[in-house]
């Protein structure tokens, strides 16, 4: 081993601060995971959502060292309808990097999001690491199938490919979707998920002032659950529900149960404190559910569908509800039985502890390998 720290350089088109959505939540946990395991960790953030000085002082006082790039300029997609791999990623982009690793001489290369895979030919002999997140390949169908026009990144399988070929270990986040990586590229593929730290273990008893909630983004899939979920309770006033994150900047969001909205939410905790149990009513969607993980760490108990619990060792029933009748079904049995709602709470602290401990093994066995390749 060297008797230096391991140089990792992280590249996001994603600030990792604040963590008020789950990608930034996923870039924001394995840095500091990292760091405690002794890794020196720099970031490089392509600034695609704009950057505010708040943030730019957040991050900075978070990584060892910041750099950021103006944002990028995306024009048309280059085949028929959908984007070709690189379409996201600027030209320039692998250059500033190698310019980046010529100063630094890091000892490994993590890009976040295949469409940025372009950037690790500037990595120069740097370990070169994938973070997915998420399938890309595909992924328009996957939208329709629900009834959703595809939106953010979307490409074909091939071009998605092509672009998992340019890292040496390619990281997914949960285990459905590492077994499909492996069909689509000979590269190395791990597993490594997501889990906040656990909030419950030395937190405080809550006083919550409403049985459900929901807290999301304003992305299609969010927003089909949602409305999918209004109609499903509208009309029941023994089922009362609060709303939070920044699908509440959506105007246009009508909403017939007329929910209690929580705007303006500053820390995700002070949604999980003002509720008892967590709502996940999603329908499909790929990737790893980061709501439903946020509210395990915080010790909620959760009530979800099977498309929210994909990649969690989900056992009990409220885990796994099949459709949307099935969910209101468990709420009014949450709201009845004082013994459920143990059950309840205790299944979803017991799966947090189960996938935490799962997600630390991959953080120990990443930290390791990056150790091997410094040495």
């Known amino acids: 081993m060297t008797g230096r720290a391991p140089r990792l350089l992280i590249l996001s088109p994603i600030a990792s601060h604040p963590a008020d959505q789950g990608n930034a939540a996923r870039i924001q946990a394995l840095g500091a995971a990292l760091m405690a395991r002794g890794i020196r960790c720099e970031f490089l953030h392509l600034a695609t959502e704009g950057s505010a000085p708040s943030q730019q002082a957040a991050m900075a006082g978070f990584w060892h060292a910041l750099h950021e790039l103006p944002p990028p300029v995306t024009g048309e997609p280059s085949l028929p309808g959908i984007w070709g791999i690189d379409d996201w990623c600027p030209p320039d982009l692998a250059g500033r990097l190698a310019a980046l690793q010529r100063a630094r001489r890091y000892d490994a290369v993590l890009v976040n999001y295949v469409w940025l895979s372009a950037a690790l030919d500037g990595a120069g002999d740097a ?44 990281l997914a986040i949960q285990a459905e979707e590492a077994a499909e990586l492996r069909r689509r590229t000979g590269r190395e593929v791990a597993v490594l998920g997501h889990m906040p730290p656990l909030r419950f273990l030395d937190a405080a008893p809550a006083r919550p002032v409403m049985p459900f909630g929901y807290l999301g983004s304003a992305n299609p899939w969010n927003l089909a659950a949602v409305h999918a979920l209004d109609a499903a309770l509208a009309g029941d006033a023994e089922l009362p529900w609060l709303l939070a994150g920044r699908i509440l900047r959506r105007a246009d969001l009508r909403l017939a149960s007329r929910p209690r909205r929580m705007p303006n939410l500053a820390d995700v905790a002070g949604f999980y404190a003002a509720v008892d149990c967590v709502l996940n009513p999603m329908a499909g969607g790929t990737g790893l559910k980061v709501k439903t993980v946020e509210a395990l760490a915080f010790g909620n108990p959760v009530l979800g569908t099977a498309d929210a619990f994909a990649g969690l060792p989900a056992e009990h029933p409220g885990h796994r509800c099949g459709d949307l009748p099935a969910l209101v079904m468990l709420m009014r049995e949450f709201r009845r039985s004082e013994a459920f709602r143990a059950e309840l709470r205790l299944a979803s602290r017991l799966m947090a502890l189960r996938h935490a401990a799962g997600v630390s093994a991959a953080q120990d066995g990443l930290a390791a390998r990056l150790r091997a390749v410094a040495a």
């Open 127 to 170: 370990f070169r690491i994938l973070d997915t997140h998420d399938l890309f390949g595909g992924r328009d169908a996957v939208a329709r199938e629900q009834g959703l026009d595809p939106s953010w990144f979307f490409t074909t399988l091939a071009e998605e490919s092509r672009g998992l070929a340019r890292a040496d270990l390619i």
